[in-house]
């Protein structure tokens, strides 16, 4: 008799547990969304914006490498896209800078309406699933975005398209998938 009692308030515990920590069992199915990661990276910099993505395999997972910045820092999250967990937040803030010498970096934040017209633009270029995406400033100062997008035929394209007109301006074969 005592010893159902204590199995019942165990297994009431665990529940309990459960339910307000979460469980690594109702985890394990869950693939976490490129948009859903991207709110959650925004989220561990104050006032910070999304300026790229990359999907990587990182020691045998599937992982986002999200790259967020504000007016002074930025963060690179790396997110488990099997189970949507955060697994490194990683201080960027001296390639950020170094990045604005170069006067390559965005000082604002980018629409993500823009990105995704972009994103538009660059897969009617080359069909396929975008690899990574990031927004920068090329050498003429227009602010553009830069796709990787693997094409069905399996190979990889750089593609840059205008962030104001959403016109694709160059389009080169990626070899070493970086």
């Known amino acids: 008799m005592m010893a159902g009692i204590f199995r019942s308030k165990t297994r009431l515990f665990l529940i309990c547990v459960c339910s307000v920590f979460g469980c690594e069992a109702d985890n394990l199915n869950k693939v976490i969304s490129r948009d859903d990661a991207e709110q959650l990276a925004v989220t561990q910099l104050q006032n910070g914006y999304l300026v790229g993505v990359a999907q990587e ?75 990574k995406w990031k927004v920068m400033r090329d050498e003429s100062g227009r602010m553009v975005f830069r796709f990787n997008v693997v094409g069905h035929n399996g190979n990889e394209q750089r593609i840059t398209v205008d962030a104001r007109t959403q016109k694709v301006l160059d389009m080169t074969a990626v070899d070493d998938k970086s």
Do not use: C, M
């Open 57 to 131: 395999n990182d020691l045998g997972r599937q992982v986002y490498k999200i790259f967020v910045q504000n007016e002074s820092k930025a963060k690179r999250v790396l997110i488990d896209i099997a189970t949507g967990r955060i697994i490194e937040v990683k201080d960027s803030t001296e390639e950020y800078q170094e990045a604005l010498a170069k006067e390559e970096s965005v000082l604002e934040p980018v629409s993500l309406s823009h990105r995704d017209a972009a994103e538009y633009a660059a897969l009617q270029a080359v069909p396929g699933s975008v690899r």
